[in-house]
């Protein structure tokens, strides 16, 4: 897909690739990028979100068998990385969101659980949103085995907050996919480097794509930079311009040096470990 962000950021190094949801209309032009994922609409519909039309558009999703990842948890390393490089191996939907409520992470788990065989049936990996509250329901970490990544949501002060980083280290512990969302600013992208998210997403690139695109890559820069680490391979930015929607993926390497997590992690990880890149 061609725009003044997209080649922006290209020119960088970065992969682009959208975060689709129902309504979007943006299901076929997701097979033009390497990587993109599916948000499920909740935030937007509000009062109106039907679960069974969610799912039916989740249904409907490019059905390309060869660029899903397929949903083990554990395995995300593994299908992300070809063995003995440092560049991704595959192509296709990074997670597919559950249905969730916000701010309240009991109701998420009771609106969520349902749905998480049906869409790892269909060959997607689920993300689990962790609303306020998310760090002390037993449930979802008791079967964490059940979805593949965790989304972090909830309100502004909750995603911000130790409780929501708690629930990040658990979830990279299981080696559980991380993300977050309404990340628009340098500030945001440095909280999701010091956690060491996978990805985030966010509506920057709304208001000018050209010179918003230009400033975000250089923000990715910066936060490299800041990071002190050689680039083993790029990092991906995905964007839509028309609807809106960034999503930046980091790279990955080795853990100890500025993460929150250190050793432990690098060792759980099998030994690779996360690179900021």
Known sequence: MECAATAELEAGGYDVGPLIQPDSHLEAKALGYRLWAADNGCFAKGASFDTDSWFSWVASLPSVTAARFGCAGAAYESRLMSPGTECPGASGCLFVVAPDVLGDAEATWRRSEPWFDLVRSLGFPVALVA??????????????????????????????????????????????????????????????????????????????????????????????????????????????????????????????????????????????????S
């Open 131 to 276: 609303q306020d509250g998310a760090e002390s329901h037993a449930a979802m970490w008791d079967e964490a085995e059940r979805w593949d990544c965790l989304f972090l949501g909830g309100s502004t002060t909750g995603k911000l907050s130790e409780d929501a980083r708690s629930c990040v280290h658990e979830a990279q512990v299981s080696a559980k996919w991380t993300h977050t969302g309404r990340v628009n600013s340098l500030r945001r992208l440095r909280t999701a480097a010091a956690w060491d998210l996978d990805s985030v997403d966010g509506t920057y690139l709304r208001f000018g794509p050209s010179a918003n695109g230009c400033r975000l890559r250089g923000w990715l820069e910066h936060v490299e930079h800041e990071a002190g680490l050689p680039r083993l391979f790029e990092p991906w930015v995905g964007l839509h311009c028309e609807k809106k929607s960034t999503r930046v993926r980091w790279g990955s390497g080795h853990a100890g040096v500025d993460s929150p997590w250190g050793p432990e992690r690098y060792r759980r990880r099998g030994g690779r470990g996360r690179r900021w």
